[in-house]
């Protein structure tokens, strides 16, 4: 019980810098700046209220300086001032920084990054990259420039498995295409020489010219449709050898 107790306060600790950290940046910056300046101001203001009641006061005693309603108008008058000029000031400060500063150096490179991480996730390549002109010569700048070097290096990689990926379905067809050819060219073969020796059988046995010329012209056509078989084998030679190139 005496540790859950020891250990209490850090957790609340951590649950408060954890929340804080889950802001969005921008009001992170904001309660930041002005915490800032609220403490500045505050600090101005008690510094140099007593000084400038010892001022008005002349050397006399406190008791003598309080009683003295000039003193307690004069003090009023800059207590009130010193208010007024000092939350001006601040006010123009918060003001400045939130609509001049903040937006071109913090704001909007965060917003470039941010639309072009969106863009990467969509596929958008044409503007996944945070344009040159848009990155600045800081941290951030050097986050923006690496971060577009590292998708350029990734596309890159995308490209090039994506050629080698057509490359090798450009080789199975080929492959394919070859193996086919092969194919053909031996259901060819084997029915044409059993053609040719029947014809060359037939001719030895006949003397009839006629019956001869039509066997003669069936050996033409044999002959014919062997060369186109070795085409294809040779054709089929080719593109397999070249898909191993």
Known sequence: MQAELRFLPYRNRYSVTRSFGDLKVRVKLIVLHNLFFLVLASSAYFSLIPLFEQQVAGGRPPAVAQADPDYQAA??????????????????????LEAAIMPLYVYRPLRAMLDADMATRDGDRQHELIPAR????????????????????????????????????????????????????????????????????????????????????????????????????????????????
């Open 75 to 96: 003090v009023s008058r800059a207590k009130t001032t010193l208010f007024l000029v000092l939350g001006a000031i601040y006010a123009a400060a918060v003001i400045l």
């Open 134 to 245: 848009e990155i600045p010569a800081d941290e951030i700048g050097q986050i923006m420039q690496s971060r577009n070097e590292t998708v350029t290096a990734l596309r890159n990689r995308e490209d090039e498995l994506d050629t080698a990926l057509r490359r090798l379905e450009s080789q199975d067809r080929l492959v394919s295409l070859g193996l086919l050819s092969a194919s053909v060219a031996h259901e060819l073969n084997t029915p044409l020489a059993v053609l040719n020796g029947s014809v060359e059988k037939l001719i030895e046995t006949t003397t009839d010219q006629p019956t001869l010329d039509r066997l003669a012209r069936i050996q033409r056509v044999t002959q014919r449709l062997r060369t186109i078989s070795e085409s294809l084998i040779d054709f089929s030679k080719v593109q397999i050898g070249r898909a191993h190139v």
